[in-house]
T-cell receptor, first 113, second 110 residues
Framework: SAVISQKPSRDICQRGTSLTIQCQVD?????MFWYRQQPGQSLTLIAT?????????ESGFVIDKFPISRPNLTFSTLTVSNLSPEDSSIYLC??????????FGPGTRLTVT | GEDVEQSLFLSVREGDSSVINCTYT??????LYWYKQEPGAGLQLLTY?????DMKQDQRLTVLLNKKDKHLSLRIADTQTGDSAIYFC??????????FGTGTRLQVFP
């Protein structure tokens, strides 16, 4: 199984600023993803992070708001831009290797004031 | 459409069995998953089942799949206080995209 770490684990940011979240996997994986979990709710897929190319975004999520990078097979970043209180959520990175097992990081808890 | 539903709460006595239920709407789901989320933590993959299977057992966990009724269940035998958490089921329709249920909060009392 893949072990996934995220930084930061939590942050409090002011409205209008941006936060970049890092995700590191301990082994090479085929797929990496970013999810959002709003307070008291389930998880929603934001995008698939593609190595060396633009991420694939789900309906309702756009690159200008959630730019994503994946420079190699084990690392990805998600930036949440122009923050508003509605962006207060937990953001989770996940990864899948050659099996159908998808693993999640511990999450980054973002609070926007 | 894509919709996965779960009951919100389940309370059981320590040592009893817990059964967490999940219904989904898309019959083309390929894999179905169960995740556990403890307070302040990420998601832990518990088990998953391929859509052509009816049952899968892994130690204290038993997954039952009824494709006709689009119903998935997770049974935890001999439930312990450490099992208290939120349990999410998820379906995979297209490769890698997981659609999560609303989550069931399991509370285990002595």
């Amino acid at each position: 199984s893949a072990v996934i770490s995220q930084k930061p684990s939590r942050d409090i940011c002011q409205r209008g600023t941006s936060l970049t979240i890092q995700c590191q996997v301990d082994s090479q994986v085929t797929m990496m993803f970013w999810y959002r979990q709003q307070p008291g709710q389930s998880l929603t897929l934001i995008a698939t992070a593609n190595q060396g190319s633009e991420a694939t975004y789900e309906s309702g999520f756009v690159i200008d708001k959630f730019p994503i990078s994946r420079p190699n097979l084990t690392f990805s970043t998600l930036t949440v831009s122009n923050l508003s209180p509605e962006d207060s959520s937990i953001y989770l990175c996940s990864a899948r290797d050659w099996t159908y097992e998808q693993y999640f990081g511990p999450g980054t808890r973002l609070t926007v004031t | 459409g894509e919709d996965v539903e779960q009951s919100l709460f389940l309370s059981v006595r320590e040592g009893d069995s817990s059964v967490i239920n999940c219904t989904y709407t898309d019959s083309s789901s390929t894999y179905l998953y169960w995740y556990k989320q403890e307070p302040g933590a990420g998601l832990q993959l518990l088990t998953y089942i391929f859509s052509n299977m009816d049952m899968k057992q892994d130690q204290r966990l038993t997954v039952l799949l009824n494709k006709k009724d689009k119903h998935l269940s997770l049974r935890i035998a001999d439930t312990q206080t450490g099992d208290s958490a939120i349990y999410f089921c998820a379906e995979s329709i297209v490769p890698d995209k997981l659609i999560f249920g609303t989550g069931t909060r399991l509370q285990v009392f002595p």
